[in-house]
């Protein structure tokens, strides 16, 4: 058997300790590092180790009772969130842990909301029970309150292979909502743990149940506890006389510039040079332990490996015959200028950002030709320190960012019809787009009403690609265009002189001549929130949300002094709250902040009249048709476009 689990938690709550802990005792270490000894196990980077903090995510392998398991120490920090994100993609069960002290902080619902999308099974392990004022019956009360009653204590069970351990009403209460005969086993005094183990297992895996433990992994108290019950209730199962099919969470490149493609085999086997496609084979396999890692020549279902030789694999795509890609939950909210030497040259700072790029794709490089300007996206200030810090030490390059700013997007507030006409000579194609509000968060769709006998089949696919295959630009701010339906009203051909690029170019133009003069919306990043504060302090927070152009659903008080607010905020208004929060109650109050939705701009007057943007000026992205006439070609403005067009004539 082989199960892959991650350990994840709000920053500082102990989870790399937690780590450390699992692999010192199965053997993988033989000295038990610390985070604020800079010499944990698993944070091996030299960033990682200045700071204190997990960045990147790691993974070890060691084998218990002949079962393979593969740990992921995830990110803890909201800025590096894409990262824990990938790996959720491969993790048969999760370990999320909470601070004794804290309870639920910011992160920490992100986190459970994420598990909860990706329907990953999770145990709970309430840590740091050795400060005086960690209560892990209060945690446990929490946790209960705020995420699942199924969330049972298994902290006094001792559930464990070859040990009759100790049942509870509880669990019986939980595994019996599904499967009754085991209520009348209990109360008959009959059932024993081996019986009820697959029922707790299913429960688990199905998100039922979800153990909960406590102890302090600083010294090891409860961990060989949990890890026995941990062993015991979990299982999993990959086929491996399947064809190959394997999912990628990650890209890196070591140190020698080999680029590596991480992935989980899901069927299979994938053996050292077959192929992935035909122009890409696998050199190496390695399986990770930490910074270093062993070579071996075939890897089966369930493993958890690095391979080299692939060039144009991407996080969250699937390989073989697995051909889902995955697209992550977690997006940027802020944008930021690339600030680098003038001596360095552009192509140079644009090469290293796109290796940067693929091991982080939330960065969406984006260059601006015009201004000779490059910009990244980011979820938070820290990122963009270790991004300098990461471009010197691997690039030998020092560099800086501007100011962060808020990623705005756009779309339509009605229907309307684009028209787009590219003939210069020898060339010919012209496209009637219908562009119509979408639903919120649901991007760019795309569907054709005009008949085959109109346009060909052929070229109407090719129309779909041109859709897809760029980010559109509104025309408010010259922002991505989003959460629109783009409809194939009418499209003509040449028999002789249609190129496939006349497409992409009268696409392009109908697009931006639809939006230029259509009813545009500015939208702005919102962030979904829970704020929990003592009553005495609720009515001030709901002034604030106001205040910062929130809106907010019925507190609701926990009966214990303390109230939950949830509800809705601009990302722009609301980004330094949590500060504000922990100055007015002392450290004492919570937040926690994820990426909501995009909607209408809550100041949209002020965010334009700060862009200036024209779309007139904009000459990547134009919105006049070029026709021809008598041999000679020539440019007509959007607003006199139609006049033109051969499919309303």
């Not at 024993?192 to 998100?207: D, G, V, W, Y």
């Not at 394997?246 to 050292?272: C, Q």
């Not at 690609?465 to 959460?483: P, R």
Request: aromatic share 10%.
């Amino acid at each position: 058997m082989k199960i892959t689990f991650g350990i994840l938690a709000h920053v500082d709550a102990g989870k790399t300790t937690f780590s450390e802990q699992v692999l010192y005792r199965e053997r993988v270490i033989r000295t038990l590092g610390r985070v604020d000894a800079k010499n944990a196990y698993m944070d091996h980077n030299d960033i990682e180790r200045a700071r204190g903090i997990t960045i990147f995510s790691d993974m070890a392998c060691f084998v218990h009772d002949d079962d393979t398991y593969y740990l992921i120490d995830t990110p803890g920090h909201t800025d590096f969130s894409a990262e824990m994100e990938r790996a959720l993609e491969v993790m048969d069960y999760a370990v999320l842990v909470i601070n004794g002290t804290d309870g639920i902080q910011g992160h920490t619902e992100s986190i459970w909301s994420l598990l909860e999308r990706y329907n990953i099974p999770v145990f709970l392990f309430i840590n740091k029970l050795d400060v005086v004022s960690a209560s892990y019956e209060r945690v446990l009360w929490e946790v209960r309150e705020r995420f699942s009653d199924n969330i049972l204590d298994f902290q006094n069970m001792h559930l464990e292979k070859g040990i009759e351990g100790t049942l509870t009403d509880d669990l019986i209460e939980n595994v019996s909502e599904w499967e009754e005969e085991f209520l009348e086993k209990w109360l008959d005094g009959t059932i024993t743990l081996e019986e009820l183990r697959p029922a707790i297992i299913s429960q688990i895996k199905n998100r039922r149940l979800f153990p909960c433990f406590g102890g302090c992994a600083l010294n090891g108290e409860g961990i060989e506890q949990f890890l026995n019950a941990f062993y015991y209730l979990t299982e999993a199962s990959y086929p491996t006389s399947a064809p190959f099919s394997g999912r990628v969470f990650k890209i890196r490149y070591d140190g020698h510039g080999e680029r590596m493609t991480y992935l989980k085999i899901l069927r299979g086997f994938l053996r050292v040079r077959d192929s992935l496609s035909e122009e890409e084979k696998v050199h190496q396999i390695r399986i990770f332990q930490g910074e270093r890692f062993s070579s071996i020549q075939e890897a089966s279902a369930g493993d958890v490996v690095a391979i080299t030789g692939p060039r144009a694999t991407r996080a969250g795509q699937g390989l073989g015959e697995c051909h889902e890609m995955i697209f992550p939950v977690l997006q940027p909210t802020l944008q930021a200028k690339v600030l680098y030497p003038p001596e360095v040259p552009d192509r140079t700072i644009l090469q290293i950002f796109h290796v940067l790029e693929e091991e982080e794709p939330a960065l969406s490089v984006v260059w601006e030709e015009s201004l000779k300007q490059l910009k990244v996206n980011i979820m938070g200030k820290i990122q963009l320190e270790v991004l300098e810090q990461v471009v010197l030490e691997r690039f030998q390059i020092s560099i800086s960012f501007g100011q962060p700013e808020i990623i705005y997007m756009e779309t339509v507030a009605e229907p309307v019809t684009g028209y787009g006409h590219f003939e210069p000579l020898r060339h010919y194609a012209e496209v009637a787009l219908r562009i119509e509000p979408g639903e919120r968060g649901k991007g760019v769709s795309f569907e054709s009403q005009c008949h085959v006998d109109r346009l060909g089949i052929n070229y109407q696919n090719l129309i779909r690609t041109h859709v897809f295959e760029t980010i559109h630009k509104g025309v408010l701010t010259g922002s991505e265009l989003t959460d629109v339906k783009i409809i194939l009203v009418d499209g003509l051909s040449h028999i002789k002189h249609t190129e496939g690029g006349d497409f992409r170019e009268a696409v392009y133009r109908a697009i931006r001549q639809g939006l230029m003069k259509g009813k545009n919306l500015l939208l702005e990043p919102y962030y979904s929130f829970t704020i929990s504060v003592s009553d005495s302090l609720t009515g001030r927070v709901l002034n604030d949300i106001t205040k910062y152009s929130g809106r907010f659903e019925a507190p609701v008080p926990d009966g214990r002094g303390r109230t939950v607010i949830k509800g809705l905020a601009p990302v722009a208004s609301f980004m330094n709250y949590g500060e504000e929060l922990m100055i007015m109650t002392g450290g004492k109050g919570s937040i926690s902040m994820v990426f909501s939705h995009y909607d209408r701009c809550h100041n949209e007057d002020e965010v334009l009249n700060h862009f200036q943007y024209n779309p007139n000026e904009d000459t990547d992205n134009p919105s006049c048709s070029v026709f021809c006439k008598k041999g000679t070609s020539f440019v007509v403005n959007w607003d006199h476009a139609e006049e033109y067009m051969h499919t309303l004539s």
